[in-house]
């Protein structure tokens, strides 16, 4: 992952920010308008077409405050993983990443059974709106987790190379640490203003 | 780093890469790096001057074929009921002149100078990630290549070649028909064919291509410069490139989530655009015209930072209000994000947000008029040099007001309920278009080509380029105000008698024709500046920024050692400024200069997207086995990325001979 020029030798000393944690920031930002656009999507037809579904039928709050309190407590890990990176304790980084890739792992089989049941319930991708809306919405998020999984599972072989030293390789767990956070907090807004919002005078 | 080579000592002078041996990467490959193939060193270079000549040769290429899209439209136009081409083919050109213009030959051509031009003039070695450069750079050609790939099936449709029975029957329509905007439903799948889909994966690849690149300038512009290169001295091209690309950014993932959308309506039956299930194909336009207009200033900020560049070195003083022409750009950005619901007033929006974006788009005009009126004070008590560069530059300020004055018609929702889709609008944005950008990219290409190419113009070919296209453009695109005043609608492929459009009309392509034969002549004025020009020396213009500091063409490495700067305008500071403003140059600390290893990989991964593209816009149409031929595009991607990732970044060091 590491495509920098820029070496001590290059002269630029004054880096308030790495290179690549800029890079990240810049696409976590743009990750917030491709969010944003799917989310004000779902939200304008749950508002145009309200009689179309009845969404609080099919949510099941205990299966997704689950999955939602399991992704939360993964990104704890990830935490710990990218504390323990930067204190050069690559025995600790090893213990918190399979935790955090085990969460990961939790929650998207929460989200496949999930999609599976809504399937079932007859919720899909040509039943209507909120069909289209929810299934590219949610689905978009999971594959930001399962990529994260990969990477996660990718710099844990890495890991084993002997090749991570506590300077080049904290920026990196750093950078994956910033994706997963933003992954984390999405989810959290999607199950407020996509699930929550739902039984409000319900419950 | 353990691929870095070994420091030899620095009495020797490595200034030739190709002296060195290659060496290997952690994947045990050889790496391109020293290679004496001059093919497999463009292929595979990571080196931002290179990756910027190969933009714009590849972008003037497209303007060519968008522009001969636009004569054969005009050609069709000229007589009333005119039959040269069908309407459905008439439509295939529009739409392809619009896309093809924005997307394959204005964006690439500002990606063009933003590569070479803004490492140089922040003091840089490179971009901040070389190897992401080279993939933006490649995964545009794939993105050209699967939106234009239509044009290749339509031939293959016309030449009778389709079996009548085979999975093809029936279909003869394979390029993009729908306008550059694609407004729902006409994107639907019972309405367009394979087009439509060529064109969502095409624009899908570019946006790829456009994001990896802003991202990369940002952190380019923000971490790379030299010492002392604070913010507030930076040349006004780089600031643009900033805020060009912080726009790409943030306006981009709109139109992805758009197409997205608009990919699982065609192919898996969703509703998001579709009426029957409870859709609403406005949608598609709001989601549209909030990256689109962005777009609008994704095009035009650099040509603005070009001419900001032009007009002070040949007036011969500083850009009057740097740091307020500095904010504009900044604010125009900004607004851009704010005003794109004056492409919808048509639609019904509501008393309240019409009233809302009518003034907004007003405001945007404070601004961009703000920057004229920095660019006319620049002038005043300047001693002018009618210089090719300057006289593009001077033509760009006339021309692009007049668009932007057309512009702020627009923008009363009552004028445009008029003008809406008539030949009005044409005429605003052609004149923005090309009177604005093109005038301006034109500028640039005098400005820096000698530069680029360490050559000298030729002659005095460049005032015929300038009267050819200028008295062209206007010949053009004047008459359509009054066309559209007249009532003649956009993307109509023919008219009747009597309406009173047949004169114009005739004016209109006689002047398209009169603008083809500028653009014909500054295409030959650049053939033989390249082939034969003087040397041009480092400094022909007497200009004022960092880049005109080295070496024309610039080594390899930019800059022998790493210049420190104490003043916005540096180079003009250091050759007539105070003791105290000149560029001073770190010292040689022995180690050489690092430079970036070149690689395969980026270019495999991004040419992964055409198997995935073309795949998945085939199996969409229905033809068989493109399922699996999408699934090879996308372990190319894989591969490409992953090995990328394991090859590590590599890197070796030059030694060149001190000249100072």
């Known amino acids: 992952m590491s495509d920098s020029a820029t070496h001590h030798e290059d002269g630029h000393k004054s880096l308030i920010i790495d290179n690549k944690k800029l890079l990240m920031w810049l696409f976590l930002g743009s990750d917030c308008m491709f969010f944003g656009t799917l989310i004000s999507t779902h939200l304008i037809y749950r508002k145009l077409n309200p009689e179309e579904f009845d969404p609080t039928s099919m949510f099941s709050l205990e299966l997704t405050s689950f999955s939602t309190f399991i992704l939360l407590m993964s990104s704890f890990l990830m935490a710990l993983a990218v504390s323990a990176m930067h204190k050069g304790q690559i025995k600790s980084f090893r213990r918190n990443t399979v935790g955090v890739i085990f969460f990961g792992l939790i929650f998207l089989a929460c989200q496949v059974y999930e999609f599976t049941e809504f399937a079932h319930l007859g919720l899909t991708l040509e039943s209507g709106t909120f069909g289209s809306t929810f299934y590219l919405m949610t689905g978009t998020h999971g594959v930001h987790v399962a990529i994260g999984v990969f990477w996660l599972i990718c710099m844990l072989f890495y890991s084993y190379t002997g090749k991570m030293d506590a300077h080049e390789s904290a920026v990196d767990v750093e950078v994956a640490g910033l994706y997963w956070h933003f992954v984390d907090i999405v989810w959290i807004i999607i199950f407020t203003v996509v699930y929550l919002i739902e039984f409000i005078g319900k419950v | ?660």
């Not at chain 2, 391109?32 to 003037?60: E, F, Q, R």
């Not at chain 2, 091209?237 to 959308?261: E, G, K, N, R």
């Not at chain 2, 898996?268 to 015209?289: C, D, E, K, M, R």
């Not at chain 2, 009747?496 to 002047?511: A, K, P, Q, R, S």
Request: hydrophobic share 50%; aromatic share 14%.
């Open chain 2, 1 to 660: 780093m353990s691929t870095v080579t070994e420091t030899p000592a620095p009495s020797t002078h490595t200034e030739d890469k190709h002296v060195l041996k290659p060496e290997r990467s952690n994947l045990g490959l050889m790496r391109p790096d020293h290679n004496k193939s001059v093919l497999i060193d463009w292929l595979t270079t990571v080196d931002h001057k290179k990756i910027g000549i190969m933009y714009g040769a590849i972008a003037l290429f497209f303007l060519l074929v968008g522009g001969v899209e636009a004569l054969i439209i005009r050609t069709q136009l000229a007589f009333p009921e005119n039959d040269l081409i069908s309407a459905q083919r008439y439509n295939q050109l529009f739409t392809m002149h619009g896309t093809t213009m924005i997307f394959l030959a204005i964006m690439p051509l500002n990606a063009a100078f933003f590569n070479f031009l803004v490492p140089l003039q922040i003091g840089a070695r490179d971009v901040a990630f070389p190897r992401i450069n080279s993939f933006s750079l490649w995964a545009f050609v794939a993105g050209a290549l699967v939106i234009n790939f239509g044009w290749v099936l339509q031939a293959v449709e016309v030449m009778g070649l389709f079996s009548a029975s085979g999975p093809t029957a029936g279909m003869n329509d394979f390029v993009p028909s729908m306008g550059w905007f694609g407004y729902a439903p006409i994107t639907g799948i019972e309405f367009t064919g394979a087009g439509t889909d060529f064109w969502i994966m095409g624009l899908q690849i570019l946006g790829v291509a456009s994001l990896s690149a802003a991202m990369n300038f940002v952190v380019t512009i923000i971490n790379m410069r030299a010492p002392g290169m604070k913010m507030m001295r930076l040349p006004v091209f780089t600031w643009m490139t900033l805020v060009v690309s912080l726009l790409i950014v943030f306006a981009f993932p709109a139109i992805t989530i758009a197409l997205a959308q608009l990919m699982f309506d065609r192919t898996f039956g969703t509703s998001f655009f579709v009426t029957a299930g409870g859709g609403q194909p406005i949608l598609w336009q709001h989601l549209f015209w909030i990256f689109g207009h962005p777009e609008v200033y994704i095009l035009v900020l650099p040509a603005m930072g070009i001419v900001s560049e032009v007009l002070p070195t040949f007036s011969k003083k500083p850009l009057f209000g740097y740091a307020i022409v500095v904010f504009s750009g900044a604010v125009i950005g900004f607004l851009g994000f704010a005003v794109w619901s004056h492409h919808m007033f048509t639609t019904g929006l509501g008393k309240v947000a019409t009233a809302a974006f009518s003034l907004l788009t007003m405001a945007i005009a404070v601004p961009t008029g703000v920057k004229i009126f920095n660019w006319v004070g620049t002038l005043w008590g300047g001693r002018v040099r009618f210089a090719p560069p300057m006289i593009f530059a001077l033509g760009f300020v006339w021309m692009f007001m007049m668009g932007g004055f057309s512009g702020i018609m627009h923008a009363s929702a009552p004028a445009d309920a008029q003008q809406q889709d008539s030949y009005f609008v044409i005429a605003h944005f052609h004149y923005v278009a090309i009177g604005g950008i093109f005038l301006a990219v034109v500028s640039g290409i005098y400005f820096w080509l000698p530069k680029i190419v360490g050559k000298m113009w030729k002659g005095k070919l460049s005032i015929w380029v300038a009267i050819f296209s200028t008295v062209g453009l206007n010949i053009t695109f004047f008459p359509m105000h009054f066309l559209g005043l007249l009532g003649m609608p956009r993307r109509t492929h023919t008219y009747l008698e009597g309406f009173g459009w047949e004169t114009y009309n005739l004016v209109c392509t006689i002047g398209s024709y009169i603008l083809a034969f500028g653009i014909f002549l500054l295409v030959v004025d650049i053939i033989r500046c390249v082939r034969s020009g003087e040397p041009a020396g480092n400094d022909p213009w007497d200009a004022r920024t960092l880049e005109w500091e080295t070496t024309s063409p610039p080594q390899v490495y930019n800059f022998g050692r790493t210049p420190v700067i104490a003043a916005r305008d540096a180079l003009w500071e250091h050759k007539h400024g105070p003791e105290n403003r000149r560029i001073t140059y770190e010292e040689d600390d022995g180690h050489g200069i690092h430079m970036p290893s070149q690689s395969w990989m980026p270019m495999i991964a991004s040419l992964g997207f055409v198997p995935l593209g073309l795949g998945l816009s085939l199996m969409q149409a229905g033809i068989p086995y493109m399922g699996y031929v999408a699934i090879f595009g996308l372990f190319m991607i894989a591969l490409g990325v992953a090995l990328w990732a394991i090859e590590g970044p590599g890197g070796y060091h030059l030694h060149p001979e001190e000249e100072k």
